[in-house]
T-cell receptor, first 116, second 114 residues
Framework: DAGVIQSPRHEVTEMGQEVTLRCKPI?????LFWYRQTMMRGLELLIY????????DSGMPEDRFSAKMPNASFSTLKIQPSEPRDSAVYFC??????????????FGPGTRLTVL | SQQGEEDPQALSIQEGENATMNCSYK?????LQWYRQNSGRGLVHLIL?????REKHSGRLRVTLDTSKKSSSLLITASRAADTASYFC??????????????FGQGTILTVHP
């Protein structure tokens, strides 16, 4: 298996621009998580999906952030408009959740976002 | 907010020594996991311990869990320079609707000098 795939790996953009981060989870996994990691705040859970349905988006910082999962093999995280404080590494992770299962998450390599 | 609190925040040791990292948490859990992150990479799962287990081993890793104290420790024996990384504990909620959500701590930065 190729693991969790994220694109792009690096993104540099100017303040005010729209940014779209992409994630392909491991085939067969039914839960998908978006995280943001910074030195100041550590690893923060932004939103997660189960069977393509958003379960909890309470970690999304504000309305400028949105996430979708149109099918089981693709998710996007969009920031519009972007701001310098959005600069961080964004990780996508997936897991296979069944009743009584123990939830190991598999992380992608991350997208390093720099907003100038 | 992060539930897990790792201690110490940073640990520096010589190759061959053992490294011990601790994690404390606040709410009831059904499992606790440890992850490793190499610089510039994503997190990688190391080991999972269930709430009804007290100790678990995997190669050079030993994890203990004390649910009465809401704490866990990760021991890496005979450390190697390649073990240099950040280590995170993550807790899975005892609630039935978590859908696999994990709460990560702030991490311990381990440096192993050759």
């Amino acid at each position: 298996d190729a693991g969790v795939i994220q694109s792009p790996r690096h993104e540099v953009t100017e303040m005010g621009q729209e940014v779209t981060l992409r994630c392909k989870p491991i085939s067969g996994h039914n839960s998908l998580f978006w995280y943001r990691q910074t030195m100041m705040r550590g690893l923060e859970l932004l939103i997660y999906f189960n069977n393509n349905v958003p379960i909890d988006d309470s970690g999304m910082p504000e309305d400028r952030f949105s996430a979708k999962m149109p099918n089981a093999s693709f998710s996007t995280l969009k920031i519009q408009p972007s701001e310098p404080r959005d600069s961080a590494v964004y990780f996508c992770a997936s897991s296979f959740r069944t009743s009584g299962s123990w939830d190991t998450q598999y992380f992608g390599p991350g997208t390093r976002l720099t907003v100038l | 907010s992060q539930q897990g609190e790792e201690d110490p925040q940073a640990l520096s040791i010589q190759e061959g020594e053992n490294a011990t990292m601790n994690c404390s948490y606040k709410t009831s859990i059904n499992n606790l996991q440890w992850y490793r992150q190499n610089s510039g990479r994503g997190l990688v799962h190391l080991i999972l311990i269930r709430s009804n287990e007290r100790e678990k081993h995997s190669g050079r890793l030993r994890v203990t869990l004390d649910t009465s104290k809401k704490s866990s420790s990760l021991l890496i024996t005979a450390s190697r320079a390649a073990d240099t990384a950040s280590y995170f504990c993550a807790t899975g909620s005892a609630g039935g609707t978590s859908y696999g959500k994990l709460t990560f701590g702030q991490g311990t930065i381990l440096t192993v000098h050759p």
